[in-house]
Nanobody, 126 residues
């Protein structure tokens, strides 16, 4: 059983930065995908960013809303994933969830996720 524990988040003003971290405990394959989703009040959970590993091959991808502002990175051991968020906007306000699947994928979707973190709140005020 894999457990994902998030940290970080909080409240910032428009243009500010935040860093989210996620640590996986239990057995997690080196060839797997870890990423972040978010869910705003009254909206569906949506993909933000992911990093997929397969051997020495690394593939990182972002939602259009995150491209250029957010950076996802994964620790060398493969069991941690960070999301650095810059130039935050009020529309980035949401609960952010760490996610993991036990295989390499170039397109991470909610329905694919095997493991979820508990979520951490990010609030951006104007």
């Amino acid at each position: 059983q894999v457990q994902l524990v998030e940290s970080g988040g909080g409240s910032v003003q428009t243009g500010g930065s935040l860093r989210l971290s996620c640590t996986a405990s239990g057995y997690i394959l080196s060839s797997c995908t870890m990423g972040w989703f978010r869910q705003a009040p009254g909206k569906e959970r949506e993909f933000v960013a992911a990093t997929a590993w397969s051997g020495n091959y690394r593939y990182t991808y972002y939602a259009d809303s995150a491209e250029g502002r957010f950076t996802i990175s994964r620790g060398n051991a493969g069991n941690t994933v960070d999301l650095r968020m810059n130039n935050l906007k009020p529309e980035d306000t949401a609960v952010y969830y760490c996610a993991a699947v036990s295989y390499f994928t170039r397109s991470l979707k909610v329905a694919d996720v095997d493991y979820w973190g508990q979520g951490t709140q990010v609030t951006v005020s104007s």
